[in-house]
């Protein structure tokens, strides 16, 4: 590569994507919010519409290995839902693109839709067109969403204040530890060279169903509307907590602590990350695909968010001179450092 040139590794995926997208300004007055969220804002009328894409290639987001078709199919679905309900909004229709190689079938691309046709059968969703390709790299699928939501009460990135409190739903590093575990018994597998070895699984259903078969927490936005809470701010924890956190700081021009005590972990998740050795917290923070909720709310709102079930505050938000940190259990305070998923980095260290 020529000196003067940039490896694509070094800017990362949102770096990449402000690069890319910079220079191109907004035209149509339809156009409320383009680059730069969760999902883009078209206005027309009464009703915002909302609309987000997501590119999944085999042996980068995914291997066939080990992840079932069907629940690759609903994965690839619910992701895109989940991008909706990070806007709080609701998903309404989607697209679906596939690329797929001479080694798949007939019958393994009806396993995938049958997948994405349960997802959209779950959030009442409807699969209105999309289109299929050959590809001479394996499987590749591209999902387009297209959500609504009520005017004036799209939720950004970008809203969160001093003082509010920093909430998430669920739980968090389940996803990342049930994708250890598959790695794990896939290399055991391929190790042992006979073809009928069956992995133990027994007492690890759950972080398996984190990374398999993920759901989006439709549930939290109608629980937060029920309340009469509209967060301030709002992202879904896709690339990993410190990651979502960090953009969410550099959105609204805002700091944050966020309290190592207070991240929701799973037991499953703690077992595994033992038997692993590996640092919980940093599972936590950095693992990715739990697509749960994060989000700010006022600090007035206390009390209400704080007697939601399945929602826990985990820090607060800052003036941005204070930095973002993780605040440990003995009360040091460390630099957050967004560690999370990087398709680019990832693809550089294979």
Same mark, same amino acid.
């Given at each position: ?8 590794a070094? /800017? ?7 690069r #890319?997208?910079?220079d ?6 339809? +156009?409320?919010?383009g680059?730069?969220d969760d ?5 027309y ?8 894409t997501?590119? /999944? ?15 690759l ?11 909706i309900y ?7 229709q ?15 691309i ?32 591209s999902? +387009?969403?297209? !959500?609504?939501g ?10 969160a ?7 998430v739903?669920?739980?968090? !590093? ?6 250890q575990?598959?790695e ?5 597998a391929?190790a ?6 069956q992995?133990?699984?027994a007492?690890k *259903? ?10 989006a ?14 967060? +301030?701010?709002?992202m879904?924890v896709?690339?990993? /907590?410190?990651?979502?956190? #960090? ?12 309290? *190592?005590?207070k ?6 998740t703690?077992?595994? =990350? ?13 693992g ?5 909720? #994060?989000? +700010?709310?006022?600090?007035t ?5 704080k007697a #939601?079930?399945?929602v ?20 040091? *305070? ?8 990087n398709?680019?980095a =990832?693809?550089?260290?294979?």
């Amino acid at each position: 590569m020529p000196n003067n040139e940039t490896e694509i590794a070094s /800017l990362g995926e949102f770096g990449l994507i402000d690069r #890319l997208t910079r220079d191109f300004p907004i035209v149509n007055a339809s +156009t409320g919010k383009g680059v730069g969220d969760d999902a883009a804002v078209l206005e027309y009328g009464s009703r915002e519409i909302l609309v987000t894409t997501d590119l /999944l290639l085999e042996g980068i987001h995914f291997d066939v290995r080990y992840v079932p078709l069907k629940h690759l199919g609903y994965k690839a679905a619910v992701v895109n839902f989940s991008d909706i309900y990070a806007m709080n909004g609701q998903p309404r229709q989607i697209t679906v693109s596939i690329g797929v190689s001479a080694r798949f079938t007939v019958e393994h691309i009806e396993a995938i839709y049958s997948g994405i046709r349960l997802a959209c059968e779950i959030y009442g969703v409807d699969l209105v067109g999309g289109d299929t390709s050959a590809s001479a790299s394996g499987l590749v699928i591209s999902i +387009t969403c297209i !959500g609504e939501g009520e005017k004036g009460k799209i939720v950004y990135r970008d809203g969160a204040h001093d003082t509010d409190l920093l909430c998430v739903s669920g739980d968090l !590093g389940a996803a990342y530890m049930g994708l250890q575990l598959l790695e794990r018994e896939n290399s055991v597998a391929a190790a042992s060279g006979t073809a009928d070895f069956q992995p133990d699984f027994a007492g690890k *259903e759950y972080i398996l169903e984190r990374q398999l078969k993920p759901e989006a927490r439709k549930d939290i936005i109608e629980a937060l509307s029920k309340a009469g809470i509209t967060p +301030t701010s709002m992202m879904d924890v896709s690339d990993g /907590l410190s990651s979502e956190l #960090l953009h969410i700081c550099k959105a609204s021009k805002a700091g944050c602590r966020v309290y *190592e005590d207070k991240i929701p972990i799973d037991y499953q998740t703690a077992c595994q =990350a033992e038997e692993f050795n590996m640092n919980l917290v940093t599972a936590a923070l950095n693992g990715g695909e739990d697509y749960e909720l #994060l989000f +700010t709310v006022s600090l007035t709102e206390h009390d209400r968010v704080k007697a #939601l079930p399945g929602v826990s505050i985990i820090g607060y938000i800052t003036k941005p001179e204070l930095g973002c940190a993780l605040v440990t259990r003995d009360g040091q *305070e460390l630099p957050l450092k967004a560690q999370g998923w990087n398709a680019f980095a =990832a693809q550089k260290d294979a």
